[in-house]
């Protein structure tokens, strides 16, 4: 917070050396900065919108969280009737009979549906050479003869509370897919970069580094706005190598200590992204809703979040995006657009695809909310800017560009391209009155305690490995995989808090040493004590 970019004008101040508290000189520079903000960014007059929340979930379908609402709520969505089928096997000599079609029991799921790039590619084409949509039942026969049918299941609304009440009282997007056929850390990436730097899969190296693209967060830095994250466990926007650096250090929060009491006090960043909870432990269980974990602790959590921003003095202001970043293998009947789609930046996928990201992965449940939106919205595709553009996650920064009016250029020629969903927010004249102050109350679908002794999921091991690289243990021998398989979930959580706090000290600590804001902080590993500081 107390050191600008060089290219503002202001650079000779990034050698200052603050004191913490902000002294009184500080604070008359960060006055002097807002003030600036206002000539540097100009957002367009009739946007009412100031501010964004992005929450981004795991693993899950639309036509499995949302289909059953065309039903129940509302017929314009575009869900699921049940004559949806797939065929146990999508070669010919299989008979049509032999078939699982769509049905509304979906409960808690235990285990984890195939959704890695081969396994989308199967579920996505069958065995025809343009998406149908039939092997989603044929690859998960594959893994076990469970899961067949449990990613044929859609919740029924009543299951999920909360996106019952959210849908009929804002806005649904029933056309909104994944960036990528594949998994949930390329997925992820493009939320905030509009691309996956070439990577189709879990990098493990590359996530613990970092990834080097810019980021949404820079381009509104660069426009003197702010950004904030909230995070739960450790923050995986931490993935992004840029937002390691002591610049944006002041910028990670705490969300059980922070949240509810910035947005009470209406100090709530221009870009404010909320990171649920990876892991599963007794009492405080995981709410990112990625299977095994139960979708109740997802659905308390987006309620937990509405209603503080509903509170919030700036309500009137807030747009909340709610997404998943995959479908996590549960089925979806919308074909996935595969026909000139962009390619973000010239990166092709590894061998033995070289996926060229020329087509996107499969649909998933979006949902916003603001006193603007008009109520039981439901958005299809987006106008524009191309004849063939569409929702996906890069839409996220494509409209962060858009509404908030950023000079700066597009990430890469995916944000170009994604619909932008400003329009949501622009069909009323004034801030609704009648959004409900809360949502209903959430019981839990499993009935089992949070298994604290497990063994990681993968993507809970990229996790400690990127805590591992925060807190200078990636030179250990053990590193990468040794440490991640000797862990359970609670010492994971117990080891990634730790890291995630030791690196955020030891950053703000370099920053009163008056290191260089673009500096990141290389910790040794806790076995010895000093840390050092590179560009
Ligand atoms: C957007 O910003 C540009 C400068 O980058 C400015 O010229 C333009 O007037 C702004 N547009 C609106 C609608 O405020
Ligand atoms: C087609 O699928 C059936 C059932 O899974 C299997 O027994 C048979 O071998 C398959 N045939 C071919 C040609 O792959
Ligand atoms: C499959 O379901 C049956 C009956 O519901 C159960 O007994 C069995 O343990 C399940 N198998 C797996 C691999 O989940
Ligand atoms: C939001 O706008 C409505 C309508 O103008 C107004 O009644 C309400 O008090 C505003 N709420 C806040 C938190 O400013
Ligand atoms: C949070 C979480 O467990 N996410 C899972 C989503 O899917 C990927 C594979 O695509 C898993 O590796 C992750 O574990």
Redesign the pocket.
Same mark, same amino acid.
Request: cysteine-free; charged content about 10%; glycine content about 0%.
């Given at each position: 917070m107390y050191f600008t970019e060089p290219s503002m004008g202001l650079g000779g101040c990034s050698k200052t050396k603050p004191t913490s508290p902000p002294s009184l000189a500080s604070i008359f520079f960060l006055l002097l900065l807002t003030l600036s903000n206002v000539s540097s960014a100009n957002p367009p007059p009739n946007q009412p919108i100031k501010t964004i929340v992005v929450l981004v979930l795991e693993n899950r379908s639309f036509d499995h969280m949302l289909g059953w609402m065309k039903k129940a709520i509302n017929p314009l969505i575009n869900g699921v009737t049940g004559d949806e089928c797939n065929p146990l096997s999508t070669n010919n000599t299989t008979p049509k009979e032999e078939s699982i079609c769509f049905t509304d029991d979906a409960e808690f799921v235990d285990p984890d549906p195939g959704h890695s790039f081969e396994a989308v590619e199967q579920q996505v084409f069958g065995s025809s050479s343009i998406p149908s949509m039939s092997g989603f039942v044929q690859q998960a026969l594959s893994l076990s003869p469970n899961l067949s049918e449990t990613v044929m299941k859609g919740f029924r609304p009543q299951s999920v509370p909360v996106y019952e009440a959210l849908v009929r009282e804002f806005a649904v997007f029933d056309r909104w897919f994944s960036s990528i056929p594949g998994p949930t850390q390329p997925n992820r990436l493009f939320v905030y970069s509009a691309t996956s730097h070439g990577s189709i899969s879990h990098v493990k190296k590359q996530l613990a580094h970092g990834y080097p693209q810019k980021t949404i967060f820079d381009s509104l830095h660069e426009n003197g706005m702010d950004f904030g994250v909230y995070f739960q466990n450790i923050p995986t926007t931490f993935f992004y190598r840029n937002l390691r650096k002591l610049k944006y250090i002041f910028k990670f929060h705490q969300f059980d200590l922070k949240f509810k009491k910035d947005a009470r006090n209406g100090k709530l960043p221009s870009l404010t992204v909320i990171e649920p909870r990876y892991f599963d432990l007794k009492g405080m269980p995981a709410n990112d809703d990625h299977p095994s974990h139960d979708v109740a602790s997802g659905q308390k959590l987006v309620k937990e979040v509405y209603e503080a921003l509903r509170a919030?003095?700036?309500?009137?202001e807030t747009l909340l995006v709610i997404t998943y970043d995959e479908h996590g293998g549960f089925y979806d009947h919308v074909k996935t657009p595969y026909v000139n789609v962009p390619n973000p930046d010239g990166n092709t996928g590894p061998a033995p695809y070289f996926f060229k990201f020329d087509r996107l992965g499969v649909r998933v449940p979006t949902i916003m909310v603001s +006193?603007w939106i008009k109520k039981g919205t439901v958005i299809s595709g987006p106008k524009g800017p191309a004849p063939n553009s569409e929702f996906e996650h890069s839409s996220i920064p494509a409209t962060i560009k858009k509404m908030f009016n950023l000079s700066s250029n597009f990430l890469t020629h995916r944000d170009a391209w994604a619909g932008t969903f400003e329009q949501v927010v622009g069909e009323l004249t004034? +801030?609704?009155?009648d959004c409900p102050e809360t949502l209903p109350d959430v019981t839990p679908l499993r009935t089992t305690e949070a298994k604290e002794d497990s063994g990681l999921s993968e993507f809970q091991g990229e996790v400690v490995q990127l805590a591992a690289v925060l807190n200078g243990d990636h030179f250990l021998s053990s590193f990468p995989d040794e440490m991640s398989k000797k862990m359970n979930v609670k010492e994971a959580h117990e080891y990634a808090r730790g890291a995630v706090s030791r690196f955020i000290r030891a950053s703000k600590e370099a920053i009163k040493l008056g290191a260089d804001h673009s500096a990141i902080v290389d910790m040794r590993s806790s076995l010895t004590t000093r840390s050092s500081i590179h560009n």
């Open positions: 919030s003095p700036q309500w009137n +006193p004034s +801030p609704r009155t």
